[in-house]
């Protein structure tokens, strides 16, 4: 099994940042791309970021880029988001993945989810 766990999640105010952290774990874990998503309250859960695992290529959602950054620490099993210029519209429970198969871009191609957290943007 893999475990992911989230965290640095919170609440910022707008124009401000967040760095969220998601460690990876479990006997099965083989690195590979992984991925951030997001879901806000009452939208459906929508794709954010995704590395592969050299960090070679990054993807990102045209709401975001440009001001989130994705990374990792592949000696730590680690990824990050770091979130600049915040807005209220970033306001949702974030989630990372770890990709099977499939577009970077889709929720269908990730096999492992973690149990998300919370950011919430102040105006």
């Known amino acids: 099994q893999v475990q992911l766990a989230e965290s640095g999640g919170g609440l910022a105010q707008a124009g401000g940042s967040l760095r969220l952290s998601c460690a990876a774990s479990?006997?099965?874990?083989?690195?590979?791309?992984m991925g951030w998503f997001r879901q806000a309250p009452g939208k459906e859960r929508e794709f954010v970021a995704a590395?592969?695992?050299?960090?070679?290529?990054?993807y990102y959602a045209g709401s975001v880029e440009g001001r989130f950054t994705i990374s990792r620490a592949n000696a730590k099993n680690t990824v990050y988001l770091q979130m600049n210029s915040l807005t209220a519209e970033d306001t949702a429970v974030y989630y990372c993945?770890?990709?099977?198969?499939?577009?970077?871009?889709?929720?269908?191609?990730?096999?492992?989810w973690g149990q998300g957290t919370q950011v919430t943007v102040s105006s």
């Open positions: 479990g006997r099965t874990f083989k690195p590979g791309t």
């Open positions: 590395i592969s695992w050299s960090g070679d290529s990054t």
């Open positions: 993945a770890v990709q099977w198969s499939g577009s970077v871009y889709v929720g269908a191609a990730y096999a492992y």
